[in-house]
């Protein structure tokens, strides 16, 4: 059960935003992915980001602090540290967890969760909204073949796992708590033995997702799955599930790769933005390094001067009128909202017949 919409979108709870795009305006993210270090502790076989080379860039954290401080004024809702490398890298993330939560900001992390114990994980967790797990095998030698890890990678992220639960149910904590699972070839048969160790642990949920080929990854991962093959999987490991626990079986993404688009313009990008560990504010995460969706830097601009700018009206007036949907990603990260939207310019006939 999905009651996290993590297979769906929640635009449909940001009503008066809705309504000011509606009416042509030129509204202010609801969301933003943060990048706060470029470099990375683990080589993923599927790494969709492995062609910026992990540079250690690191994002300066006053000038951090003032672009979380004006997002939040200028109406944005939430936040996720993730990005081109391990977020838990930064050597202040700690404290702009806490920054960012203090000034109004929903703040989440994804993490490989190497980093994630000590003090470190005391000092983060009260001010998390969720925090989610990148964990692809269910036992230790195919975690270091997927992850490119240490041999003792696998039992030390398990175990920081555990503590992270503890720690939330010691505290009374309203942290969500979650692992992420990326389908593949060399793990699938490994889904059923992550989905029981969670369990036992106390985590709130474990995604099943598909693998999507991005456009300017180096990596080409020879065998892909048939996904529809796979469905009977969803079974097996609702099994696992009870009131506590959830299995996110992203059913509706695995149907849909493939599949032709059946909008012909991303309509989501208004709601949205993505912040390099460079600085660099861009308006898709699967372009990253590529100028044409590029609308500024925060060490030049504020957020508000990026944002209304004129590098920011070329690009959208771009994606209105001279791009190809077809040159995006399979699956991509808007493209829910971008099904939603769609449908909102483009009604059916009679609509009033409610």
């Known amino acids: 059960m999905d009651e996290f919409r993590v297979d769906s979108h929640k635009l449909i709870y940001h009503i008066e935003r809705l309504y000011q ?10 969301y933003i992915e943060i990048s706060p270090f470029g470099g990375c502790n683990q080589r993923c076989i599927f790494c969709a980001l492995d062609y910026l080379e992990y540079k250690p860039n690191c994002l300066d954290t006053p000038t951090l ?3 979380l401080k004006d997002i939040s004024r200028k109406g944005v809702k939430s936040i996720m540290f993730a990005g081109e490398g391990e977020p838990l890298l930064h050597k202040d993330i700690s404290h702009l967890v806490m920054y960012a939560n203090r000034n109004g900001l929903g703040v989440a992390i994804t ?16 001010s998390l909204s969720w925090l989610r797990i990148s964990l692809n095998a269910g036992e230790e030698k195919t975690y270091s073949f997927i992850h490119g890890a240490g041999s003792n ?10 503590q992270a639960v503890k720690l939330k149910k010691e505290n009374g904590y309203s942290t969500t708590i979650g692992v992420q699972f990326l389908l593949l070839n060399e793990n699938y048969k490994e889904a059923s033995i992550l989905a029981e160790k969670l ?19 180096l990596n080409r991962l020879k065998s892909q799955l048939n996904y529809e093959k796979l469905l009977s999987l969803k079974e097996q490991l609702r099994g696992y599930e009870d009131k506590d626990f ?10 849909k790769i493939r599949e032709q688009k059946p909008y012909k313009k991303c309509l989501g990008l208004p709601f949205w933005s993505y912040l390099t560990s460079m600085g660099d504010l861009y308006a898709c995460s699967v372009f990253l390094g590529d100028e044409r969706f590029c609308y500024g830097n925060i060490y ?16 959208m007036e771009m994606m ?8 995006c990603r399979e699956i991509c990260r808007l493209d829910e909202i971008n099904r939603y939207l769609w449908e909102l310019e483009n009604p059916p006939q009679h609509v009033n017949f409610i």
């Open 21 to 30: 795009w509606n009416k042509g305006e030129d509204i202010y993210p609801i």
């Open 246 to 255: 959830r299995i996110i079986f992203r059913k509706k993404t695995m149907l």
């Open 153 to 162: 990678d696998f039992h030390k992220v398990m175990e920081n796992i555990k």
């Open 65 to 67: 602090e003032n672009f």
């Open 320 to 327: 209105e009128n001279n791009w190809n949907i077809e040159n």
């Open 199 to 217: 369990k036992a642990i106390g985590v709130n949920y474990l995604i099943i997702k598909p693998y999507s080929q991005h456009p300017q990854s």
């Open 111 to 126: 993490t490989n969760g190497i980093l994630l114990s000590g003090e470190l994980l005391k000092e983060i967790l009260p």
């Open 300 to 315: 030049q601009e504020c957020f508000q001067e990026i944002w209304k700018g004129a590098r920011r009206k070329k690009i």
